[in-house]
């Protein structure tokens, strides 16, 4: 199975190419789920991707559904339009180039975070030997050269 971002992108794609077209084509499931490698008949596969789209902004029904839970699947191919977000998400890249963007910031923080720790750790032996030193200089002062 191919990543979930690229099947958002593909149906991202898909909602694009069909916002100007009069009347809008409706999607084809069936040809997404071969393209991404999942058996027929699983509509809830498709049913997900949308829900994701729709839950992230990207895309929206052109009606008023109330309860997604119920929505037939016709709803899903013949009444779901691409938003304006989703044509910006599709121009900065999509969402596979928001998930490489996202594990190089991640990649960036947790060097960060290491950088942070090792330079604490430091600081704190570096304090340490000087308390050390500190009291051999008393002592040896002290005791070996009166």
């Known amino acids: ?16 190419d069909n916002y100007a ?7 084809d499931s069936k040809i997404l789920l071969e393209y ?39 709803t899903y191919k013949n009444r779901t339009i691409i938003l304006p977000k989703g044509f910006y998400l599709l121009q900065a890249g999509g969402y596979t180039a928001a998930s490489k963007r996202e594990n190089s910031k991640k990649k960036i923080q947790n060097l960060k975070d290491w950088l942070f720790i090792s330079g604490a750790w430091l600081a704190g032996i570096g304090a ?4 050390i030193w500190e009291i051999y200089k ?9």
């Open 138 to 146: 008393n002592y040896h002062s002290e005791f070996v050269c009166p």
């Open 128 to 131: 340490v030997g000087l308390v």
């Open 1 to 16: 199975m191919k990543p979930i971002e690229d099947c958002l992108d593909t149906v991202l794609r898909k909602l694009k």
């Open 21 to 27: 077209l009069e009347p809008r084509p409706k999607l």
């Open 36 to 74: 991404f490698e999942v058996p027929q008949g699983r509509d809830e596969f498709f049913k997900g991707i949308i829900n994701i789209l729709i839950d992230d902004g990207y895309v929206d029904f052109l009606d008023q559904i109330r309860d997604r839970k119920i929505t037939s699947l016709d």
